[in-house]
């Protein structure tokens, strides 16, 4: 499928804020900045040869399970094309995210938590109550567990 010494994978950051999450369910524009892991294509029919469809680190991991059409497994996150260029944070959540560890909380982090701090007037008492906690985006609960 792939020969020359190329990579089948690459992470780096978002250059521009342009390019957009290959996992169907997602879609998501991946934000200038924010790392993103990079799956060679190539394309028979296509004259540009090869190129990058780019992923959340987390989107890329749930397309590994899919029945028909499956990316191949990342079976160490240091095997990754510009590992070692990243910060030491982010080589973490990588590590994390590819060796079966937990999530990664980069993707949508605020959108997954957020403070809830809401003034409610009982009826019955005719108090008002204070209601705080986290409380949590439904859509992306959804997302991450597939």
Same mark, same amino acid.
């Given at each position: 499928? &792939?020969?020359?010494?190329?990579?089948?994978?690459?992470?780096?950051?978002?250059? %521009?804020?342009?390019?957009?999450?290959?996992?169907?369910?997602?879609? *998501? %524009?991946?934000?200038?900045?924010?790392? @993103?892991?990079?799956?060679?294509?190539?394309? *028979?029919?296509? !004259?540009?040869?090869? !190129?990058?469809? &780019?992923? !959340? +680190?987390?989107?890329?991991?749930? %397309?590994?399970?899919?029945?028909?059409?499956?990316?191949? =497994?990342? =079976?160490?996150?240091?095997? /990754?094309?510009?590992?070692?260029?990243?910060?030491?944070?982010?080589?973490?959540?990588?590590?994390?995210?590819?060796?079966? =560890?937990?999530?990664?909380?980069?993707?949508?982090?605020?959108?997954?938590?957020?403070?809830?701090?809401?003034?409610?007037?009982?009826?019955?008492?005719?108090? +008002?109550? /204070?209601? %705080?906690?986290?409380?949590?985006?439904? @859509?992306?609960?959804?997302?991450?567990?597939?």
């Amino acid at each position: 499928m &792939w020969n020359d010494g190329d990579y089948y994978y690459e992470v780096d950051y978002a250059k %521009t804020g342009r390019s957009k999450c290959r996992e169907f369910r997602c879609k *998501e %524009t991946i934000p200038e900045g924010m790392m @993103r892991v990079g799956k060679t294509l190539y394309e *028979e029919n296509d !004259h540009w040869g090869k !190129h990058l469809g &780019w992923y !959340h +680190p987390e989107c890329l991991r749930k %397309t590994f399970w899919y029945r028909k059409n499956g990316n191949k =497994k990342i =079976k160490r996150a240091s095997e /990754i094309k510009g590992y070692r260029s990243l910060d030491p944070g982010d080589r973490d959540e990588l590590d994390r995210v590819f060796n079966n =560890k937990g999530k990664s909380a980069s993707k949508g982090d605020s959108k997954k938590k957020s403070v809830l701090n809401v003034t409610v007037k009982c009826t019955g008492a005719g108090q +008002p109550v /204070i209601v %705080t906690g986290d409380t949590y985006d439904i @859509r992306a609960q959804l997302k991450d567990a597939g």
